[in-house]
């Protein structure tokens, strides 16, 4: 008997057995006789020789007396392999008479003995029964119950079967997992209870195993929709667990996960609401949104279904890289770098499908439209613009040869959209968590820091071609390229400067491609450069004379003296530059943006050596001037320069020069009397009648006895008669 019995194990993960039919009558006649003859011992040792599946067909035969169940023969009977049962549950079959179960032969049975405790004494090893020493085996006699006595009969079977946990020598002996398969084959019958029963197992759900008990339970409920065409009851049960999952269990808890992976199928009611759970869709029965942890959790449970169950991982799989478009950035970010880390790597057959869908959201980055409705316009289509392209972004770090496509598609997107290729170029196309919160125990993973251009380096030829040869639209992003892996690269190698020089001759001498490596360049190709660095926006500018003063390493081919001379030296007219744009180039040597490269003595080495030029440049006094306002500590300088603008007589020979001189002793008076007593008497009297608030302080000053006795006599002739001219004005006035 025992031998026979055991034959109907099953390996875990196989599926339901039945148990034969005249074995089951064989058990149960069994049962009946050693309870009527109250032989505790033997019966204990013979039902610790039956295999689980054999011991619940036992009450579950009995339990059909209770309501309108099908014969055991006809049905699916789900389990698992385990070890022997534990006598703890003996009171539970070898009683059943007691508790009101119909199996009772026609003597009324004899309570069994109390079960044993871990503190009482251990039981004995028996011999092995064998049935056949019992005779003909008594009837099984039915006890007619009404609806109400037979769902309480059930209930209270239930009741008593969970209430075993706390049995801890049923535990030792290995029956937990004998009242496993109890529970579900007994929950299979009473679809009513099923929402109860689970509700339990959450209220300690690690304690009670209660990811075990669902599965067995879920078995058992698919086994019958083969065999009653129930597939409802095995979708609305499975429903039922995962939403207990999702409002009980912590979303770090993994039981969700491996719940999808084990389970016989996913309907398609489990994928919509995996859709509503990853943020995709809205949910039939109106339950909140889900949070981000819980969206994380659906993302873990769809790439491990991905991973280990082939049959559904086409439907998953869409359902992933629909999150990597999502609206979410956070969301958005967690999907692509699953994508790109683990599921483009490790699924070969799924790498093609994934391409496929990043080039399709690429495209329709091009299709991209502002919409009439959208308040704040182009930062929608940008945040539209990064939806679709930060996916395609990422796979061109393991995929080089993607490159290409981005430059084209650049070049034919909306200014807005492109600002979105801009953002992913130089970060990293996702900005989220770090890998290890979504992917705990993961090796696969791939770093975007610093965005793409870093990412994939200055050994990529793909980029190396694009900055070389820029698709006509795509200069900007060509340019951004470069600028990154010159930042990024110290030195800069010998083929990146290549094609920076290569991109500056086909982008019809755009000086910009040239910007990250002027400090590579020679003295004669900076100065020859100068016109071009001129007419770009500030910022360029300010960079270009970083570049070229201090390079990467503190010396650049120029000092900022020499600069600020060739800058001075530039010709409007010679050089094909406006005026206007050499004047703002210069001002920026003096703007608090550049006071760490034109410093006060930078500043005075310049002027000292334009002073002496012959002729000085159109713009040095109003240099002057600037650096008058910058540097305070160089008036004493800057009147040197003004004394010798008088020695050369400027007013001769540049009007405009001149007007700068007078200008400049202006606003350092009266530090610089002394620059106007030196004048001819004609220019102190033009000079005093353009600035008529001089004369007074100006007498004063050239009355003080150590001044008059060394100024000539016309120079006070013309201070007293401006004087006299003031006064005169004043008393007509």
């Known amino acids: ?34 309870t009527a003859a109250g032989d505790t011992m033997t ?7 039956l295999a689980p599946p054999v011991l619940v067909d036992v009450v579950l035969h009995n339990l059909r007396f209770l309501s309108d169940v099908a014969p055991m023969d006809n049905r699916v009977a789900g389990g698992y392999a385990t070890t022997a049962p534990a006598p703890a549950l003996l009171d539970l079959v070898a009683s059943a008479g007691v508790a009101g179960m119909p199996y009772a032969s026609p003597v009324p049975p004899r309570p069994l003995a109390p079960i044993l405790d871990e503190q009482d004494t251990p039981m004995v090893d028996a011999p092995a029964f064998e049935p056949d020493s019992l005779g003909p085996a008594p009837p099984v006699v039915a006890i007619a119950l009404d609806g109400e006595q037979r769902a309480a009969q059930r ?3 239930i009741h008593r079967v969970l209430r075993t946990e706390q049995r801890t020598l049923m535990h030792a002996c290995g029956g937990k997992q004998l009242r496993r398969i109890l529970l579900a084959r007994i929950m299979r019958t009473s679809p009513l209870l099923s929402e109860a029963f689970v509700e339990f197992l959450f209220e300690s759900f690690e304690a009670r195993d209660g990811l075990e008990h669902i599965l067995q339970w879920l078995f058992c409920l698919y086994a019958d929709t083969f065999a009653e065409a129930k597939e409802n009851a095995y979708a609305n049960a499975l429903l039922t667990v995962i939403r207990c999952m999702l409002a009980k269990l912590s979303p ?31 949910d039939s029965n109106g339950v909140p949104a889900p949070d981000i942890d819980q969206q994380t959790l659906g993302l873990i449970a769809l790439r491990d279904v991905i991973t280990n169950r082939p049959t559904d991982r086409d439907a998953c799989l869409d359902l992933v890289l629909r999150c990597t478009t999502h609206q979410d950035d956070t969301l958005r970010g967690k999907a692509i770098r699953m994508v790109v880390n683990q599921l483009h790597p490790l699924l070969a057959g799924a790498a093609d499908t994934i391409v496929d869908y990043a080039t399709q959201q690429l495209d329709a980055a091009k299709e991209l439209q502002p919409s009439e409705d959208a308040a704040d316009g182009d930062a929608a289509l940008t945040e539209a613009g990064l939806q679709h392209v930060s996916l395609f972004f990422a796979l061109c770090t393991r995929t080089a040869d993607l490159v290409p496509k981005l430059f084209t598609a650049y070049a034919s997107c909306l200014p807005p ?126 960079a270009a004379m970083r570049r070229i003063v201090s390079g990467k390493t503190g010396t650049g ?61 159109l713009l040095f006094m109003r240099s002057v001037i600037q650096t008058a ?37 202006k606003q350092l008076a009266p530090r610089s009397f002394a620059i106007y007593l030196q004048l001819p008497a004609a220019q102190l009297k033009a000079a005093l009648g353009q600035y008529p608030d001089l004369i007074t302080p100006l007498n004063v000053y050239a009355a003080t006895p150590a001044v008059r006795a060394s100024v000539p006599g016309g120079v006070l002739g013309a201070l007293t008669d401006a004087a006299k001219s003031a006064g005169t004005e004043a008393n007509g006035a």
């Open 252 to 282: 770090r808890d993994k039981a969700l996960p491996t719940l999808l992976v084990e389970v016989p199928a996913l309907p398609a009611s489990v994928l919509d609401l995996l859709t509503w759970l990853c943020g995709l869709g809205d």
């Open 629 to 665: 306002q910058t540097a305070p500590q160089l008036h004493g300088f800057i009147i040197d320069l003004l004394s010798k603008m008088v020695l050369r007589q400027t007013w001769k020979t540049d009007a405009r020069l001149w007007e700068g001189v007078l200008r400049c002793a």
């Open 43 to 49: 019966l204990q040792n013979f039902v610790g020789q």
């Open 1 to 34: 008997m025992s031998k026979g019995a055991r034959t109907d194990e099953a390996a875990p993960g196989s599926g339901p057995t039945i148990t034969d039919t005249s074995l089951l009558r064989q058990v149960v006649a069994a049962l009946a006789a050693l």
């Open 155 to 157: 209930r209270a079977v």
């Open 557 to 617: 081919p120029l000092t900022a003296s020499e600069l600020l001379l060739a800058l001075h030296a530039l010709d409007a007219a010679k050089d094909g530059v406006p005026l206007k744009r050499i004047l703002e180039a210069v001002s920026l040597c003096f703007t608090p943006g550049l006071h760490d490269v034109f410093t006060s003595d930078m500043l005075a080495v310049a002027l000292q050596q334009m002073v002496e030029q012959s002729p000085v440049p």
């Open 417 to 542: 959209v492109q600002a979105a290729f801009h953002k992913n170029m130089v970060r990293a196309p996702v900005e989220c968590l770090a890998l290890h919160v979504l992917y705990a125990g993961t090796n696969a993973t791939h770093s975007l820091q610093g965005g793409l251009s870093r990412a994939l380096g200055v050994q990529s030829g793909q980029l190396l071609d694009a900055i070389k040869e820029p698709v006509p639209g795509s200069e900007a992003l060509a340019l951004q390229v470069l600028h990154s892996l010159c930042d990024a690269a110290d030195p800069i190698p010998e083929s990146l400067l290549d094609s920076a020089r290569a991109a500056y001759a086909h982008a019809q001498q755009d000086v910009r491609f040239l910007l990250p490596c002027l400090h590579l360049l020679s003295r004669d190709e900076i100065r020859r450069m100068l016109p071009e660095i001129v007419v770009l926006d500030a910022d360029h500018i300010i």
